[in-house]
């Protein structure tokens, strides 16, 4: 079986973490696979997926399509915003026109059993470029339903697509591609991760938080709240620190630093915090000497081992909540925003904390309690740990995607 795997960026954002430990899943399942991966922007996910036996065709997108987004196109409704899209049109179909052509041509070289799209541009330039009788399968890892252009165009696709299947992250995801798409098969299958990797702190020097971010050494018994995210601006870095300098006000002699791990991954203007940005916010707040800034890192199993708590502080429903896994996996306690895809994967008090999402008090309020708390601490990381080894480790995910692959080519 020869699989095409379609990925628009080359950084290692969820999606692309999701896309590795899939290769690896499917390797295990299926070793006569073959594998080959399209890569649309540069980045470590080449090299990544080199080194578990995938053939890595660099095709990268013109700079105009690659900067083109569904949150840049709506971000805006005013006339003069209109006339600048309209501007840009011409460039942008052109350069997708030739992209196009190329990715046609390089399927056809490939011949591929089984084309599988991980990422919304690849969804639209897939539905065209793949040829009509090879099964194609949509991995959405996003509620579609929100995407105010790019949904109308999913739906155009299935005019023109016989052969074609979703596979959904989570079963808020489903229900989201069911009410737009209607009537076309849709699997859910949830993220999984090498719990294993997460729970090895044998094999990993310990992190320096304060180091990376380039703070000095923070006091013997400080505890350590950290956002591991990229720099979208829905996964609530902003909401992260408005409720960091309210924890600081409540507790003022507690011994605590909070850490934003993470950085801009994409080319798509307008969706992503700058790190300026948010060092700006953390001047305003007056938090800026309780606050670290720590990069992108290749590995971020260290990071979590590092933290003592783990914040997913999402201002929009989560698709599913990947740092939630692997946090839980690395036995941290762990606060999420309950709703989404999110909200399916932690019972509240019991392996995690739930927070009213968007509300910077009722945040504060859980990072006090956590803060205050050592043996809530204590039993919600152990928990937390049994949870992501039961339900999300990724020795299920090879079986449950190579089945679906031999069921669409039955």
């Given amino acids: 079986m020869r699989v095409l795997f379609l990925n628009p960026v080359g950084q290692l ?5 999701s896309l590795i430990d899939l290769l690896s899943a499917l390797r295990s399942f299926l070793p006569e696979i073959e594998l080959h991966v399209v890569v649309g922007l540069d980045g470590p996910l080449i090299a990544e997926c080199t080194a578990l036996g995938a053939t890595v065709h660099p095709l990268f997108m013109p700079t105009a399509m ?3 987004g569904d949150s840049g196109l709506s971000a805006k409704q005013g006339r003069s915003f209109k006339l600048v899209g309209l501007a840009r049109s011409g460039p942008v179909f052109f350069s997708t026109w030739s992209y196009l052509k190329k990715l046609k041509a390089l399927i056809r070289q490939i011949n591929p059993d089984i084309i599988h799209s991980n990422g919304m541009k690849f969804h639209l330039l897939s539905a065209v470029a793949a040829p009509s009788q090879v099964p194609l399968i949509w991995h959405v890892r996003d509620f579609v339903s929100s995407r105010r252009i790019i949904k109308h165009a999913l739906k155009l696709c299935l005019k023109f697509r016989r052969s074609l299947g979703v596979i959904a992250i989570s079963k808020a995801i ?15 299958v949830y993220n999984a991760i090498n719990t294993q990797h997460f729970a090895d702190t044998s094999a990993w020097k310990k992190t320096d938080l304060d180091e990376l971010a380039g703070l000095a050494t923070a006091p013997l018994g400080t505890l350590r709240v950290g956002l591991v995210a990229t720099y979208a601006r829905w996964k609530g870095q902003d909401l992260f620190l408005e409720a960091a300098a309210k924890v600081v006000r409540t507790l003022p002699d507690a011994l605590v630093r909070f850490y934003i791990i993470g950085g801009p991954i994409y080319a798509t203007p307008g969706s992503q915090f700058s790190k300026e940005e948010l060092r700006n916010l953390a001047n305003d707040l007056d938090i800026s000497q309780n606050v670290g ?12 081992q590092a933290l003592d708590i783990v914040v997913q502080s ?13 946090a839980m996996a690395s036995s941290r306690s762990v606060i999420v925003s309950n709703a989404g895809g999110a909200s399916e994967l932690f019972t509240s008090g019991l ?22 708390d050592s ?17 999300f480790s990724r020795n299920r995910l090879g079986i449950e995607v190579g089945n679906i692959y031999r069921a669409f080519l039955s």
């Fill in 13 to 17: 954002g969820g999606g692309e973490r």
């Fill in 66 to 68: 690659a900067g083109l």
């Fill in 174 to 188: 489903h229900e989201d591609v069911r009410a737009v798409l209607g009537n076309i098969p849709i699997w859910t």
């Fill in 293 to 304: 800034f720590v990069p992108l890192q290749p590995d971020v199993a260290p990071i979590y």
């Fill in 314 to 326: 999402s201002t929009k429903p989560e698709p599913f909540g990947r740092t939630i896994v692997e």
């Fill in 351 to 372: 392996d995690a904390i739930g927070f009213l999402p968007g509300n910077v008090t009722s945040l504060a309020d859980s990072i006090c309690m956590l803060l205050t």
């Fill in 375 to 391: 043996q809530l601490r204590s039993d919600l990381s152990q928990a937390a740990r049994t949870t992501a080894e039961s339900r």
